[in-house]
T-cell receptor, first 112, second 113 residues
Framework: NAGVTQTPKFRILKIGQSMTLQCAQDMNHNYMYWYRQDPGMGLKLIYYSVGAGITDKGEVPNGYNVSRSTTEDFPLRLELAAPSQTSVYFC???????????FGSGTRLTVV | RKEVEQDPGPFNVPEGATVAFNCTYSNSASQSFFWYRQDCRKEPKLLMSVYSSGNEDGRFTAQLNRASQYISLLIRDSKLSDSATYLCVVNTYNAGNNRKLIWGLGTSLAVNP
């Protein structure tokens, strides 16, 4: 099993550009999450999904969108990138709410 | 009061030492608890879940104290490879009685030769 795979690992965007961060898991987990982690800050939940076709906002959803058309994939879309979106983005999945997360290796995004 | 609080450290200990971290949480209805470790510039990795009766995994022992609303992580015989940030995670409920996961900011551990 590959676990949770995130692409790309690094990206530099210009202000106003858009991009999609990809996340795929092969563990048949229903629950998937997108977090961002800023230096010295805790993980902040952006969006999450409890199953295919279902998504919900987390703490910091503004400027992002997600979709969950399959169990495996949970892409995160950034529209009109802003410097405040410079961060490390982690995708995670888990079987149920009582299990721990499996994280992807992260995407380091810089908006200039 | 923050929902989940950890001493940021850093804790500097020599190899072989025993070190303990605490993590306090504010919501008494919190259900499940976890410890993760995060190496510099890497993703968090699940270290262990924390059970009501306490649990041990090799050199690591996790305990839950519901009365005082904290969890602890004890590391015995510290190794250089234990150097990392240890994140406390609490599964709790928000105002709408929906579950949410709260992450602590982490405790930094440096094990020195």
């Amino acid at each position: 099993n590959a676990g949770v795979t995130q692409t790309p690992k690094f990206r530099i965007l210009k202000i106003g550009q858009s991009m999609t961060l990809q996340c795929a898991q092969d563990m048949n987990h229903n629950y998937m999450y997108w977090y961002r982690q800023d230096p010295g800050m805790g993980l902040k939940l952006i969006y999450y999904s409890v199953g295919a076709g279902i998504t919900d906002k987390g703490e910091v959803p503004n400027g992002y969108n997600v979709s969950r058309s399959t169990t495996e994939d949970f892409p995160l879309r950034l529209e009109l990138a802003a410097p405040s979106q410079t961060s490390v983005y982690f995708c995670a999945s888990r079987m149920t709410e009582n299990y721990g997360y499996t994280f992807g290796s992260g995407t380091r995004l810089t908006v200039v | 009061r923050k929902e989940v609080e950890q001493d940021p450290g850093p804790f500097n200990v020599p190899e072989g030492a025993t070190v303990a971290f605490n993590c306090t949480y504010s919501n008494s209805a919190s259900q499940s608890f976890f410890w993760y470790r995060q190496d510099c510039r890497k993703e968090p990795k699940l270290l262990m879940s924390v059970y009501s009766s306490g649990n041990e995994d090799g050199r690591f022992t996790a305990q839950l104290n519901r009365a005082s609303q904290y969890i602890s992580l004890l590391i015995r015989d510290s190794k250089l490879s234990d150097s990392a940030t240890y994140l406390c995670v609490v599964n709790t409920y928000n105002a709408g009685n929906n579950r949410k996961l709260i992450w602590g900011l982490g405790t930094s551990l440096a094990v020195n030769p």
